[in-house]
């Protein structure tokens, strides 16, 4: 089975290709520009089947739980744990850093201005979610327990524009367990594959 997915130039779409890169599950990729706004085409509309990245995750770790990375958790415990993260990273952590993106990358490439006001909550969002990280990071080597799991590679992406192109590193590197935690998980061979083949559009 050979896995389409769509967009891989962006965070999302690479969210999922990590998946399936950690989970040994072959794939290929169609293009699509966002800023062109191909993803709204009538075709691409009816493709639309599963276009949740965090879903699709999901989805492709518990199929094929048996091969690559154990990203779900050894116990029912540790998989509510994960859910737990993968929720708090939905919707704490990528919303602000969502915008961010919008307001610092896409905005200006867009013509529409940016508005200081709202980078400045959202850095203040972000910075109060990564405080919480700091706690959890001081007694557990990866946010739902001491192995890498969905919860852990879900921030990847996203966290990659923070610490690159966003330069905000300083939200990672002032805490000393998210930023060791940092260090571990962007260097992981399947993310450093995923920049290789498919280098960031911003």
Request: proline letters at 5%; glycine letters at 4%.
């Amino acid at each position: 089975m050979v896995v389409k997915v769509y967009g891989p130039d962006y965070a999302c779409p690479k969210r999922v290709i990590l998946c399936l890169i950690e989970k040994e599950i072959d794939y290929e990729t169609v293009d699509v520009d966002l800023l062109k706004g191909e993803h709204l085409s009538p075709q691409a509309m009816i493709l639309k089947l599963c276009a949740e990245s965090r879903a699709i995750i999901r989805y492709y770790a518990e199929k094929y739980r048996s091969q690559g990375s154990e990203l779900l958790g050894k116990t029912i415990e540790e998989r509510g744990l994960i859910e737990q993260w993968l929720d708090v990273e939905a919707h704490n952590f990528q919303p602000p850093l969502y915008d961010l993106v919008y307001q610092l990358l896409i905005n200006p490439k867009t013509g529409v201005a940016s508005d200081p006001k709202r980078i400045q909550e959202d850095e203040e969002k972000l910075a109060k979610t990564l405080d919480v990280y700091e706690k959890r990071l001081s007694v557990s080597k990866y946010l739902a327990s001491d192995t890498f799991s969905l919860a852990d590679l879900s921030h990847i992406p996203f966290s990659n524009y923070l610490v690159t192109t966003l330069k905000k590193g300083y939200l990672i590197r002032d805490r000393k367990n998210v930023s060791r935690w940092w260090d571990d998980i962007s260097s992981r061979p399947s993310w450093k594959k995923v920049l290789e083949l498919h280098p960031p559009v911003f």
